[in-house]
Antibody, heavy 123, light 107 residues
Framework: QVQLVQSGAEVREPGSSVKVSCKAS????????INWVRQAPGQGLEWMGR????????NSAQKFQGRVTIVADESTRTAYMELSSLRSEDTAVYYC????????????????WGTGTAVTVSS | EIVLTQSPATLSLSPGERATLYCRAS??????LAWFQQKRGQAPRLLIY???NRATGIPARFRGSGSGTDFTLTISSLEPEDFAVYYC?????????FGPGTTVEIK
């Protein structure tokens, strides 16, 4: 069973950047997209963006465009999400999630989730 | 952006009871809808994809239905481990969006 192991908790000051990693232990990596979803304390889930490693294609939510960078390193099976110009509202748990292909429907859904990385933005 | 609304916000039920959760989309998402379960301190878990298909290992008491703009997740008989927050998510259009969630709590 594939696992997605994320980097540890981070504390950052407003205006700085944070880079979170997500390493796939086994299973397909190149052809499955890796999504980034965040959850502020006590709040719901918010999709930020995704990358298809083999293509390098990135889609991101307009809200984060210009602030988020998503990349993938096939050699280490690791995806990264960097968020810049941090503000207090970016305090959240950040999850990576792999999309898998479901043959029954021919569609993709997030079926494997990472361990989560808590990011605190505070001065 | 497709907005998903979920109702009710909170459902207070006892083990063994039936839970019915609703998700409505601001425009049609065909059947490109998933349901996730999230327990406190854990990552979400995929329950249902394409509105009505159970993901691997999901018990038969979870049933999804609907298409277009209106969807339902039914838990036929609540087990103690089912008390959690449930989110719907659409993948019909970019950006992917989630509903605000329904909390199923013990009465």
């Amino acid at each position: 069973q594939v696992q997605l192991v994320q980097s540890g908790a981070e504390v950052r000051e407003p205006g700085s950047s944070v880079k979170v990693s997500c390493k796939a232990s086994r299973g397909p990596f190149r052809t499955n997209s890796i999504n980034w979803v965040r959850q502020a304390p006590g709040q719901g889930l918010e999709w930020m963006g995704r990358i298809i490693p083999v293509l390098g294609t990135v889609n991101s939510a307009q809200k984060f465009q210009g602030r988020v960078t998503i990349v993938a390193d096939e050699s280490t099976r690791t995806a990264y999400m960097e968020l810049s110009s941090l503000r207090s509202e970016d305090t959240a748990v950040y999850y990576c999630a792999r999309e898998s292909y479901f043959e029954r429907s021919g569609n993709y859904y997030m079926d494997v989730w990472g361990t989560g990385t808590a990011v605190t933005v505070s001065s | 952006e497709i907005v998903l609304t979920q109702s009710p916000a909170t459902l207070s039920l006892s083990p063994g009871e039936r839970a019915t959760l609703y998700c409505r989309a601001s425009q049609s998402v065909d059947n490109y809808l998933a349901w996730f379960q999230q327990k406190r301190g854990q990552a979400p878990r995929l329950l249902i994809y394409d509105a009505s298909n159970r993901a691997t290992g999901i018990p038969a008491r979870f049933r999804g239905s609907g298409s277009g703009t209106d969807f339902t997740l039914t838990i036929s008989s609540l087990e103690p481990e089912d008390f959690a927050v449930y989110y719907c998510q659409q993948r019909s259009n970019w950006p992917l969006t989630f509903g605000p969630g329904t909390t199923v709590e013990i009465k």
